[in-house]
């Protein structure tokens, strides 16, 4: 199969890959890149613990070709943290006991990222819209929308 040379800019670093058409952006994190944080749960889009953010909006990277995302910047977890300093809603996710098995966490903190750059201060029923579409079978739910309120008000 003939390869596409693209050109990503992952967690702010450009990176030339060769990819087949039908290669994923999941794909191309995981298995070009070794960006591990970013999770195979469903490879349907379903489940929303393959999230990234791209050009600052939530995108399922399981269903999102690799060549469709030519030159657009993409966040990954690895990404949102400064050095060792954690991200805001990374760091409420701690403090609130909102990361357990840790295997959605990943795509629930960017798509928590992704609301509060867009709405600065969250209704309870918004922070449960935005998350809708991010499966987690440990926490219930509650500390999750906690800490993203958590994060909210910290930056209000």
């Known amino acids: 199969m003939e390869k596409i040379p693209i050109t990503?800019?992952?967690n702010g670093?450009?990176?030339?890959l060769l990819v087949?058409?039908?290669?994923?952006?999941?794909?191309?994190?995981?298995?070009?890149?070794e960006?591990?944080?970013?999770?195979?749960g469903c490879g349907l889009g379903a489940c929303g613990a393959c999230t990234v953010l791209i050009d600052d909006m939530p995108v399922r990277s399981c269903i999102t070709l690799a060549v469709d995302v030519q030159g657009l910047s993409i966040v990954t977890i690895e990404g949102l943290a400064n050095g060792?300093?954690?991200?805001?809603?990374?760091e409420a996710f701690v403090e609130k006991g909102a990361i357990q098995c840790g295997f959605c966490s990943s795509g629930m903190i960017l798509t928590a990222k992704a609301l509060l750059t867009s709405n600065k201060n969250p209704k309870k029923e918004e922070i449960k819209q935005a998350i809708?579409?991010?499966i987690c079978r440990c926490t219930g739910y509650?500390?999750?929308?906690?800490?993203?309120a958590a994060a909210a008000s910290e930056n209000a």
């Open 8 to 10: 990503l800019l992952v």
């Open 35 to 40: 960006l591990m944080g970013t999770r195979d």
């Open 13 to 16: 670093e450009p990176c030339d």
């Open 20 to 33: 087949p058409p039908n290669k994923t952006l999941l794909e191309v994190l995981r298995d070009d890149l």
């Open 142 to 148: 509650k500390k999750i929308e906690d800490a993203i």
């Open 132 to 134: 809708s579409g991010n």
């Open 84 to 90: 060792t300093e954690l991200h805001p809603v990374q």
